[in-house]
């Protein structure tokens, strides 16, 4: 495939992320190869600079349109500005933390930016042709922003209750990019689709500074009462309880296969899921290496001391280490790569000694990425779908695909329209949802 920074496969992928968003409204073609046009290759303030310059020509043209009563337009240019805002602020690098704290301090702009992005996205939600619901879930003291997409009455399915889909954030997303993954496609179909940031994500991490938890399930759980009980409280939207299902890529996907374990989850889809964060977060580290570690022959000091640095010549390895030691929490490179292997779907870290995905049974369609940066298909993918005892062979799939155009990027980056379609044509399968073929 071609390449828009031969020399960095890292701002690379990065920009086909953005590129890949055009479909459903979140980029234009040529905006995004002029902002190319101004990045030098990893260089992050050039970055910033080329997004946030497309940003504010987008948000211009949405006041424009407004000003001429042009909704559509509006919509979309508001829906570029938003995702050219967080593009712009992706990059950021948190800094060490002072006074002995473990916790990282966030880039100075980065909750500003996140604030910005939002503010965007609510105007764009304003002018879209499907009802969204502004929900405020319950979560340990806190309030998890969400929003429910829900579909017009030309989409809904014939002679029953609106399915729900349930759409995870991952490690770096937010629930304003997840519009792009599942809520664009799904709403069309007749589903309603929820997302929301958890700890860890998105406006959750910036403003409050809530970190990622392995055991996701207990997030998915208060998030799937709070869906039952608004349901209840609102019987005139339809939503069918009983039909409730989980997706989501990358980390997002891992999130998805534990949250699957709920009974009231009736299928999943896992997107590029890993099956243990420790073998991805070292996958490119000498086993000798690891074996002194872990052995003790070499401390964490020293660890800590060749990470950083080998950070100094990596801008890629500098930001995976801030990304990852932002939503951890952690600032030191040894705590952050050691409780990676709290995240795992593995027995040895499951409080029974029990490998978590034999509580699933539901219907479960997981993929790898033949072109993945980080994630072999080996290694996770098919231990995601192996570790899957208890699901019927007919009710599980796995999907690989060999090329990006087909979806080999990690997260189906580049393919997010075919990745809404063979999911939600799996989720209809599994759902007992029948549509009539079209005939041309």
């Known amino acids: 495939m071609h390449k828009l ?20 409204g979140g980029a234009e073609t040529a905006e995004v190869l002029e902002a190319v046009g101004e990045i030098k290759a990893n260089d992050p303030i050039s970055w ?11 948000e211009v043209l949405a006041k424009e349109a407004c000003a001429h009563g042009d909704k559509d337009a509006a919509r979309r240019a508001y829906l570029r500005a938003a995702n050219y805002t967080r593009a712009s602020g992706y990059m950021y690098v948190s800094s060490p933390p002072a006074n002995g704290d473990t916790a990282m301090i966030q880039h100075p702009c980065a909750l500003s930016v996140s604030e910005r992005m939002g503010s965007l996205f ?3 939600i304003d002018l ?18 969400g929003y429910l997409y829900l579909p017009p009455e030309s989409c809904r399915i014939p002679g029953r209750k609106i399915p729900i889909l349930v759409n995870f954030g991952g490690a770096d997303s937010c629930q304003e990019e997840l519009f792009f993954m599942y809520p664009s496609s799904g709403y069309r179909q007749g589903y309603a689709v929820l997302t929301f940031d958890g700890p860890g994500q998105g406006i959750m991490l910036r403003r409050h500074g809530l970190v990622m938890r392995p055991n ?37 996907g891992y999130y998805a296969l534990r949250a699957a374990a709920d009974p009231r989850v009736k299928a999943c889809v896992s997107i590029d899921p890993f099956f243990d964060m420790w ?22 000091d020293v660890i800590d001391t060749l990470m950083n640095t080998l950070k100094t010549f990596s801008f890629q390895l500098k930001w995976e280490i ?65 570790g899957l005892v208890n699901v019927p062979l007919e009710n599980k799939e796995m999907w690989v695909p060999a090329s990006p155009g087909q979806g080999s990027l990690q997260a189906k980056m580049g393919a997010v329209a075919l990745c809404g379609q063979r999911s939600l044509q799996f989720l209809d399968r599994a759902l007992g949802i029948d549509r009539p073929p079209v005939f041309l």
């Not at 080329?50 to 987008?58: D, E, N, P, S």
């Not at 997030?219 to 989501?248: Q, T, W, Y």
């Not at 795992?344 to 072109?371: E, F, H, I």
């Open 122 to 124: 609510r105007k764009a």
């Open 48 to 58: 910033e600079k080329a997004w946030a310059k497309q940003a504010a020509r987008a």
């Open 5 to 24: 920074f031969p020399s960095s496969t890292f701002f690379d992928f990065e920009t086909v992320r953005i590129l890949g968003t055009t479909v459903y």
């Open 128 to 145: 879209m042709d499907c009802p969204v619901q502004l929900l405020s879930i319950p979560y340990e003291g806190h309030q998890l922003p």
């Open 279 to 300: 073998d991805f977060g070292t996958a490119h580290v000498s086993r000798l290496f690891l074996s002194a570690w872990m052995n003790g022959w070499m401390s964490r």
């Open 322 to 386: 801030s990304v990852a030691g932002t939503f951890f929490g952690l600032s030191s490179p040894s705590d952050i790569l050691l409780h990676m292997k709290k995240f795992s779907l593995a027995g040895s870290q499951q409080k029974d000694g029990v490998d978590y995905l034999t509580r699933v049974v539901c219907p479960v369609l997981v993929s790898g990425s033949g072109n993945s940066l980080y994630l072999d298909v080996d290694e996770h993918t098919k231990r995601c779908y192996d």
């Open 216 to 252: 996701w399930e207990t997030v998915s759980e208060r998030v799937i009462d709070h869906l039952v009980d608004f349901s209840a409280k609102n019987p005139n939207l339809e939503l069918d309880i009983d039909s409730i299902a989980v997706a989501g890529a990358s980390m997002g």
